[in-house]
DNA sequence: CGACTGTCATCTGTCAACAGTTTGCGGCCG
DNA sequence: CGGCCGCAAACTGTTGACAGATGACAGTCG
């Protein structure tokens, strides 16, 4: 293809046509407000946590350049900031590539949002309204009944409502901003399905702890029952994952200090370059 | 100079050999390994963090290009990411601004930091070797003698140590990034100083309940202990800062929903371009 | 004397081009 | 026949240049 970088307009058209399609309330505004690199970086990151871009894939900024319609420049911005929030990885003179998380840094993350949850609860459980607790209230319920009609989709999405609304009412922005951006890394997870898989029954029961203990107002209880739930998440994420490093006996050197925070720049799979091979092959 | 793609060969082999053998210091080198952008970047959060660049302040490309040696390009990129990180809020057509924290974010961040401190001394109660132990012991007594020399810089530097050792010994290395960004964005509230304020009597003595329960390999404790630490700090601060608004009465609707994550970007002091002024004037 | 509008300089957003490096493939020598 | 050298291509890193927008000053009208 040689419209490589001829009519960037016709391009641009799409990506504006692309991203108004999910916005109902304004056409061009958005536009007006957000720049490309935001734009960019924002449909990045729906492909890289879509599975469209797999963890451990490389970015080709060209490539991603001519397929939204832009020049190299927004999105090399773009890379930059996903970069920062930790969502790729980026090797001088060789690339970026969409971050892959390993299981250690995988169970790392269920405990810190086991401690944000536990935060929530506890703040909740000093100052809910009987409006917030009724909202949650049925927010458990609706997920008994998908749990009975065992509807697996139903559940999950009503878990992620309940989980946003314990934020939401017990939690300031910050913390929700950083509670999405960890969940978002467990998407990175080699096998992201591990992460959505849950045991209804299991986990509804923790909700309805949960609930109850904010509901008494005991903070320290609500507290320990969010984070009891979120271990709960990370104990079944574990049991279904083999290939785990399971740390049971050797308890005295919890060696944490080793190997980088994020994932080595290994190429993993997918040549680069096609060599001097015919680029002219449609 | 023709020589421009001629004996890659050759001079590969040489720059490895230099490489291999340049490697204690950081010469030229380091330029070879890390992008511009991400020195600028390491440069401009140094810059910030240090106050050289104030919050609210205006980042203007062209001059820190120009200040840095670099071209906007890089300068460009760097802000993107910081702007990922929380360190700026950029406004489209309008620039880049250091970001404020307000009162009600500098708090909020207490209590994230508060649950990850809180995390990392449960686990350390449960696995902490001996050598760990000691070393923590250390810092303390050396904390304990920084107090009762009144040698503020030194027990405050020491503090930053001391939790730093607890990071380093009871949480991964996400919790560790985690906790650093945190704290770095505490530095951006108005009044710095307050963060560094400690009584350092009252502080020390919790270290040492801290040490204490994790000791006695009491997580629960342990972790009360870390979290109570830190909302120590956090009750100095809000002791110190009196334009707080105290949510004392007003338990019912915690409205934290309300508000941007990020601070407005109102323009702040400063003015933008001298307009059609006379620019020869000096 | 106050408010409004026109004009302009500065700055950001974006693009296109240049330079350097890494990498794969083909050929040559041992 | 295997290993090494050299070439070539693609890609990233960086720079410079061009358009659009923002904000402010200055003149003018009510």
Same mark, same amino acid.
């Given at each position: 293809?040689?419209?490589?970088?001829?009519?960037?307009? /016709?391009?641009?058209?799409?990506?504006? &046509?692309?991203?108004?399609?999910?916005?109902?309330?304004?056409? #061009?505004? !958005? $536009?007006?407000?957000?720049?490309?690199?935001?734009?960019?970086?924002?449909?990045?990151?729906?492909? !890289?946590?879509?599975?469209?871009?797999? =963890?451990?894939?490389?970015?080709?900024?060209?490539? @991603? &350049?001519?397929?939204?319609?832009?020049?190299?420049?927004? $999105?090399?911005?773009?890379?930059?900031?996903?970069?920062?929030?930790?969502?790729?990885? +980026?090797?001088?003179?060789?690339?970026?590539?969409?971050?892959?998380?390993?299981?250690?840094?995988?169970?790392?993350?269920?405990?810190?949002?086991? =401690? !944000?949850?536990?935060?929530?609860? +506890?703040? @909740?459980?000093?100052?809910?309204?009987?409006?917030?607790?009724?909202? #949650?209230? /049925?927010?458990?319920?609706?997920?008994?009944?998908?749990?009975?009609?065992?509807?697996?989709?139903?559940?999950?999405?009503?878990?992620?409502?309940?989980?946003? &609304?314990? @934020?939401?009412?017990?939690?300031?922005?910050?913390?929700?901003?950083?509670?999405?951006?960890?969940?978002?890394?467990?998407?990175?997870?080699?096998?992201?399905? #591990?992460?959505?898989?849950?045991?209804?029954?299991?986990?509804?029961?923790?909700?309805? +702890?949960?609930?109850?203990?904010?509901? =008494?107002?005991? &903070?320290?209880?609500?507290?320990?029952?969010?984070?009891?739930?979120?271990?709960?998440?990370?104990?079944?994420?574990?049991?279904?994952?083999?290939?785990?490093?399971?740390?049971?006996?050797?308890?005295?050197?919890?060696?944490?200090? +080793?190997?980088?925070?994020?994932?080595?720049?290994?190429?993993?799979?997918?040549?680069?370059?096609?060599?001097?091979?015919?680029?002219?092959?449609?």
């Amino acid at each position: 293809m040689e419209e490589t970088r001829t009519r960037s307009g /016709a391009g641009r058209a799409a990506l504006r &046509a692309a991203a108004a399609e999910a916005v109902p309330p304004s056409a #061009l505004e !958005i $536009v007006r407000t957000r720049s490309l690199s935001s734009l960019v970086a924002q449909e990045l990151e729906r492909m !890289i946590l879509a599975g469209t871009l797999a =963890a451990g894939e490389r970015l080709n900024e060209q490539s @991603l &350049a001519t397929r939204l319609g832009v020049s190299r420049g927004p $999105v090399r911005e773009a890379v930059r900031g996903l970069e920062r929030s930790g969502l790729v990885v +980026a090797v001088r003179n060789q690339g970026s590539y969409v971050r892959q998380v390993s299981a250690e840094e995988a169970l790392e993350i269920y405990d810190l949002r086991a =401690a !944000i949850t536990g935060l929530a609860c +506890a703040r @909740l459980a000093e100052a809910a309204t009987p409006a917030q607790l009724g909202a #949650l209230r /049925a927010l458990v319920k609706r997920m008994d009944e998908a749990r009975r009609a065992e509807d697996a989709p139903a559940y999950y999405a009503t878990n992620l409502d309940f989980h946003a &609304a314990l @934020l939401a009412h017990g939690a300031g922005p910050r913390t929700r901003r950083l509670y999405e951006e960890l969940g978002n890394e467990l998407h990175l997870f080699r096998r992201r399905a #591990l992460v959505e898989a849950e045991n209804m029954r299991e986990s509804n029961a923790e909700h309805a +702890a949960m609930l109850r203990a904010i509901a =008494a107002g005991d &903070a320290e209880a609500a507290r320990k029952a969010g984070e009891t739930h979120i271990a709960g998440g990370k104990r079944r994420f574990r049991a279904t994952d083999i290939t785990t490093p399971q740390p049971a006996a050797s308890k005295g050197e919890n060696g944490h200090d +080793a190997g980088d925070p994020s994932s080595p720049p290994r190429p993993v799979a997918g040549r680069r370059g096609a060599g001097r091979g015919p680029r002219g092959a449609a």
